[in-house]
């Protein structure tokens, strides 16, 4: 007697959008486009997470503690490599409270500077959080035009422009008195590293101060065999070269390399290692020679 066989059941959505995605990623990968293979795989990731498109669709809803508006989960991505707003929104307060505390405690008053830098601004997550402050003239700098465009478009409290990955900034010599820079040395090569340090130095005032973040004592255990034995002789160390002034670089700092080269023309005010708080990043603060 023959057995009735049921028919299998119908393939789901979800093991359409599965095998899809696997057939894109290979047919990128096949190409050579790994950039654009993390990001496909960043956002079909995101596509496929119920609970933080439904968070972030609820904090645009809602709107940011500090009633500026907030950047989609794409713009989000573009700067920090991830989709989720809220934790965009918190790392930015994190970062704001942790170069307050850091010039308090060596005697600075954050709202007493005249002129401000954020280079690197992203979409704004740290450079909103000085909306409140009347006293300081606030600027913006980053090299992705679609991110410096919904700065003007959206915090229309400071000033924004736009600089190429090694072709300078748009402001006199010694226009800033203070500084910051968050997580943008991290991503650059060697030769542009020594191209920033100087620009920033070019347009930061005699005695002003430079808040720079890297990759240093927190960060080793990401590193090879043969990376961790270049940053143990005080080298800079870099991955993904030829990705330099974007994520898919990554640049560990030793506390050698900094003193020996990003710091000349500058004193060390402040180090403090691995406290940046949403990314556990060494912190310099440095003050520029007379």
Known sequence: MARFRFPPPPPT?????????????????????????????????????????????????????????????????????????????????????????????????IGSFKSVLDFGCGCGRVIRQWKGLNGPRVYGSDYNPRLVRWCRESLGFAKFSLNGLGTGLPYKDDKFDFIYTISVFTHLDERLQTFWINELKRVLMPGGLLYLTVHGESYKSRLSP?????????????????????????????????????????????????????????????????
């Open 13 to 109: 959505f979800k093991f359409f959008f599965m095998a899809a995605k696997e057939k894109v990623l290979r047919l990128i990968e096949l190409f050579g486009l790994t950039r654009l293979a993390a990001d496909t795989h960043a956002l079909l990731k995101y596509m496929g997470n119920a609970e933080l498109r439904a968070r972030n669709n609820k904090i645009l809803m809602d709107g940011a503690p500090d009633g500026l508006p907030l950047p989609s989960a794409r713009l989000v991505y573009l700067v920090g490599g991830m989709c989720d707003i809220g934790q965009y929104y918190d790392g930015g307060v994190k970062n704001f409270r942790c170069i307050r505390d850091i010039l308090k405690r060596n005697g600075h008053d």
């Open 226 to 290: 043969e990376g961790l034995e270049k940053y143990k002789r005080g080298e800079l160390v870099v991955a993904g070269k030829a990705y330099s002034g974007d994520n898919s670089c990554a640049v560990f700092h030793p506390a050698e390399y900094v003193r020996n080269n990003l710091a000349k023309g500058f004193d060390i005010v402040d180090f403090v290692p691995g406290d940046a708080n949403d990314a556990y990043q060494d912190v310099y603060l440095l003050k520029k020679h007379p």
